[in-house]
């Protein structure tokens, strides 16, 4: 079965457009003439409009000091006409992402980066904010009915965005988990022992369809460009027919759409614990 993104994300923006809230507004930083931060932005506009909500957009210019980046950061996290904050990567040259985690306001961090809500994640169950990308592969997984608990999932990436929420989120609900990263020898032979398989490392056709066992899911993160240009993941089916033996998700149109959908889910639960709720 292909897992396609939009009825996953759709499912998620229904529920999410019943609780009525008002119009919300995420102000998001992002980097200017960075190619697929741009293409990002499109998409996250476009999610948000779903909702009525708006974005602020603050372009970092490459040359941006850090001290004019964390003054714009402390004024979106005052602000109280913004509900929610997000800073696309990469940062300009002299910005630590450390110092993003911990000054950016816990109750607008709408992509759970900052040292609080990492915290929160893995000290407890509470799923309150928690990365976009990792929530949406879960939900995805979810949305097409592939069992966790108790299954074998290996996860490909040790990101603090993706990889290592993955696998807090997926211990949550009763997988038992392995993480591999670009250390892992013999990948290709590992990645045959899963029921599930969460591929997360900008590396286009690292996992190969050849070496997922039947019946297998394939949750394909990755988004690179191939030589011809265009979307790839990290996962490259080898013909059609493989939606017939294992699940996946295509790039585009599979995990990354329920990204945005997240976001929106944590752009309400931010504005919610704004309002002490
Ligand atoms: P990072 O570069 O931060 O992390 C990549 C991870 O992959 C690292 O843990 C690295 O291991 C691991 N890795 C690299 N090469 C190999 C290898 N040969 N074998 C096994 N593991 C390897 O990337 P991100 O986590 O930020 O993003 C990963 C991918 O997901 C990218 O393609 C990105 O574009 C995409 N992405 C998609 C989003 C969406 O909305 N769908 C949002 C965010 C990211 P090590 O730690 O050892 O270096």
Do not use: W
């Not at 000091?65 to 990469?90: C, H, W, Y």
């Not at 029921?195 to 394909?220: C, E, I």
């Amino acid at each position: 079965m292909l897992l396609k993104g939009k009825p996953a994300a759709d499912a998620l923006i229904d529920k999410l457009s019943a609780y009525g809230t008002p119009p919300l507004r995420l102000a998001v930083f992002h980097p200017a003439g960075d190619a697929s931060a741009e293409s990002y932005l499109k998409a996250k506009q476009k999610a948000l409009a779903r909702l009525n909500f708006t974005m602020e957009l603050i372009s970092l210019e490459k040359n941006a000091s850090a001290d004019a980046f964390f003054t714009a950061l402390d004024k979106a996290n005052r602000d109280p006409g913004i509900q929610g904050i997000m800073v696309e990567l990469p940062l300009p040259g002299d910005i630590p992402a450390h110092e993003v985690n911990l000054r950016i306001d816990p109750k607008k961090d709408v992509d759970g980066v900052s040292y609080h809500n990492q915290g929160l994640l893995y000290a407890t169950r509470e799923e309150r904010i928690v990365p976009c990308t990792a929530l949406g592969a879960v939900l995805l997984l979810e949305h097409y009915q592939i069992p966790l608990a108790g299954r074998r999932v290996l996860v490909v990436g040790r990101s603090n965005i993706v990889g290592m929420p993955l696998f807090k989120l997926l211990l949550n609900r009763d997988a038992t988990v392995t993480v591999a990263h670009s250390r892992t020898p013999d990948l290709s032979r590992l990645v045959g022992q899963f029921d599930v398989v969460a591929v997360a490392t900008g590396k286009a056709g690292l996992v190969r369809s050849v070496d997922v066992r039947d019946g297998a899911a394939v949750v394909d993160i990755g988004i690179n460009v191939g030589p011809d240009g265009a979307l790839c993941g990290d996962f490259v089916p080898k013909d059609d027919k493989e939606a017939d033996r294992i699940h996946y998700s295509p790039v585009p149109g599979g995990a990354g759409v329920v990204t945005n959908a997240v976001m929106l889910r944590n752009l309400i639960e931010c504005h919610r614990m704004q309002q002490g709720r």
